[in-house]
């Protein structure tokens, strides 16, 4: 099993920064920034936006290169480049697709071109186009590690994950110190099952940034998939210091507590949430396993009732408690749950439900 990358707020506003207009973040910001980055890799409803505040960087470093004189410019595509940013900037990619369609044609050699072209394809939504303007800008050079790193995550987000692989493992050749480059990397190579790859990369970022929580908690899921929950339960740990708030990395050192038969530690992880949380089906599912262990079941019922009277239309929540009555030996209870259940269209709650009344 993958581990998933932690469900997150979606941005959800189109991509509205000018070419070279901000920076990624430095060591200072990637903290904060990095788990909403994330999402990226996983390609969950990810937004043009949020790419590009890691894209403008690579942009302006190449743009400060050739003022440099890393690269010259031909007449007229300074121009022609306004005329394109003025339209995506207003949120027209369809507009600033066609002029830059035909500048890269007529400017072939221009790097921000290309770079902006790209940028322009991500808000149409055409990620393996965007890859291929990424390419050639790359070949034209400089071929930074801010550039490279965005054509990884592109290529991730149009599930290229050789080619992503490919972008970051040079984006880090380029820049060894930068944390947030193996994070990504890690984070393609657990997609491409590649859990020793992505072992390395984590315990990279660890060693450059300690305070990277997902870092940490992914390493912790990483290791309790190879059956050494010990070392799980140490690295969830220091992620849950870092990020308190994610019941991701609570759910994984519960997990882990469960293997190395600690059941009543991990219950307790499990029941100090919040009421929300409480009723996080992954949270109800690892404390009925605590509860089970200890030969508790009636505990595990009481659970998911609350859960199901906190949400009476949620058919599952219902469902569960019944089974779980059942196993403790309250038919009675069992049997109402099954009903509620039933009555909001769960089959097997239906079908458990006649078994229990037949005589």
């Known amino acids: 099993m993958t581990p998933t990358v932690a469900p997150l707020p979606t941005e959800t506003a189109e991509p509205k920064l000018p070419i070279g207009g901000r920076k990624p973040p430095g060591r200072s910001g990637q903290r904060a920034g990095v788990a909403a980055l994330l999402v990226l890799v996983g390609l969950v409803g990810v937004s043009g936006y949020v790419l590009f505040q890691s894209f403008a960087g690579g942009a302006r470093d190449a ?10 410019r031909a007449d007229g595509a300074e121009s022609v480049q306004r005329q394109a940013q003025e339209a995506f900037t207003a949120g027209d990619f ?26 322009t394809l991500i808000g149409l939504q055409r990620s393996a186009d965007a890859l291929a303007q990424m390419d050639a800008a790359i070949a034209i050079g400089p071929a930074l590690a801010a550039i490279h790193f965005d054509a990884g995550t592109i290529a991730a987000r149009a599930a290229d994950l050789p080619a992503a692989v490919k972008h970051y493992t040079l984006a880090q050749s380029k820049d060894a110190k930068n944390p947030r480059i193996p994070l990504f990397l890690a984070m393609v190579q657990i997609r491409t099952n590649d859990q020793t790859g992505a072992t390395a990369s984590l315990l990279r970022v660890t060693h450059l940034d300690p305070g990277i929580a997902e870092a940490w908690g992914t390493l912790a899921e990483l290791m309790l998939q190879q059956n050494a929950p010990t070392v799980a339960i140490q690295n969830a740990r220091k992620a849950r210091e870092l990020q308190p708030e994610q019941i991701r990395w609570r759910l994984v050192e519960a997990k882990a507590l469960n293997r190395v038969n600690l059941p009543e530690e991990s219950a307790a992880l499990l029941t100090g949430v919040s009421d929300q949380a409480s009723r996080d089906p992954r949270v109800l599912t690892t404390l009925s396993e605590c509860f089970g262990l200890l030969k508790k079941p009636a505990n595990a019922a009481a659970a998911w009732s609350r859960a199901a009277d906190a949400e009476p239309s949620n058919a599952e929540f219902a469902y569960q408690a019944a089974v779980w009555w059942q196993r403790a030996g309250d038919v009675e209870a069992a049997k109402k749950r099954a009903g509620d259940a039933a009555r909001l269209g769960h089959v097997a709650a239906g079908e458990m439900l006649r078994d229990m009344e037949r005589p």
């Open 63 to 72: 743009q400060a290169a050739r003022l440099r004189g890393v690269q010259s």
């Open 94 to 119: 369809a507009k600033a697709e066609v002029i830059l369609r035909d500048a890269v044609q007529r400017h072939s050699a221009d790097q921000d071109l290309r770079l902006l072209y790209a940028q």
